[in-house]
Structures are given as C-alpha cells and as structure tokens.
C-alpha cells in the first residue's frame, strides 16, 4: 500500500512538472515527464491523455496515437480522447481509423463543429465527397463562420465540379480571410482544377 502511495505521489510531482514545462514551450522535456509518470501510474486514463497530447506537440504522432489507444482502452467515455486520436490518425495518414475515431467522438458530442470538420477532412482525403460535403455542411450549421471549413467545403464543390457553390464559398470567405490568405487558398482551388482536367 505504501509503495502504491509513493508511486502516486511520484506520478503526481511528475505530472506537475511536465504541466510546468509545457506551459513555457517546453513540450519536449514535458514528454520525457509524462513517460516516466505513465510508467509508475499505467492505469491512470488522464496520464496517457496528457502524454498523447504533449507527443503531439513535439510530432511524435505514433507515440500519441499509442498513448491515445492506451487512454481509451482504460477509459472509452470521454469524447475529447476519441477526437484527439482522430486527428493524430488522420495526421498519419490512417483515415479508415480517423473516420471511425470521429465517428466514437461524435456519438459523444454530436455538436461538436470541429469533430464534424475532421469527419469532413478525413473523408475529403478517402475521395468520398459526398460523405464528406455532409460532413461538412454539419460543422457549419454550428460555427458558419469556421475558416477550416468554410476552405474544406469550397474543395468539395471543386472535386465534385460545382463552380457555382465553389464562387459562393470564395465570396463567403472574403470577410473571413485577409486578402493573401484568399489568394492562396484560391491558388488551392485553381491547383485542384488542373490536378482533375489531367486526370481526364
């Protein structure tokens, strides 16, 4: 009981310092602090939470992933692990397990905008425009004026060859973006045109 309690309480310290080196950036060393509390405390959800999320600071996405499974495996309720393992598969590229990640995380917070843009993204990215586009008209009817999605929807259209819904998106975006972020995102549909005109 005694060394149980030790252990807690070194996990805890250690917890607490990692908190301390990643409020000032150092996400690094935070993770070095959050590996050694997991090793002490396996069973404790929320360490592993905080140890994917710091992985993913310093671009260890399989390390976070891992420690994301881990957190999950010990506590499947809460919907913000189900997401930030969505966005970390989607990140390695595994979109089969993001869209099913999403799809844990919503079934959880069902108005959750920035879930349903990542269900959207992941879709997108599989070529299922359809699946994706509905995806993403959801994450707009509860944050309209979200720039990620306002961008993915305008990528949709153009996939799926709708030039008048393209226009009314750009429209849409110019009060939302400054005038170089525009271009630039209008260069990402102009690309997106000349990638489909060679494919056919």
Not at 125 to 135: H, P, V
Request: glycine share 8%; net charge negative; proline share 4%.
């Amino acid at each position: 009981m005694a060394d149980n309690d030790n252990q807690a309480k070194r996990a805890l310290a250690l917890l607490q310092a990692a908190v301390q080196r990643c409020s000032k950036g150092e996400y690094g060393p935070g993770a070095v602090l959050l590996r050694q509390a997991v090793q002490l405390m396996p069973d404790v959800a929320h360490l592993w939470l905080a140890l994917g999320s710091t992985e993913i600071e310093v671009g260890e996405y399989q390390r976070a992933r891992e420690a994301l499974e881990q957190a999950i495996a010990l506590d499947p309720l809460p919907w913000n692990s189900w997401a930030t393992l969505g966005g970390i598969c989607l990140e390695l590229g595994d979109l089969p397990a993001a869209v099913q990640a999403c799809k844990e995380a919503l079934s959880r917070q069902f108005h959750q905008p920035q879930l349903w843009y990542l269900l959207g993204e992941a879709y997108y990215r599989q070529g299922s425009y359809g699946q994706a586009l509905l995806a993403c008209r959801r994450a707009r009817h509860y944050l309209p004026d979200d720039i990620d999605a306002n961008m993915l929807l305008g990528a949709i259209y153009t996939q799926q060859g709708d030039m008048a819904a393209v226009e009314a998106v750009l429209v849409y975006l110019m009060k939302l973006l400054p005038k170089d972020e525009l271009m630039a995102y209008t260069q990402r549909i102009a690309d997106i045109l000349t990638r489909k005109e060679g494919e056919q």
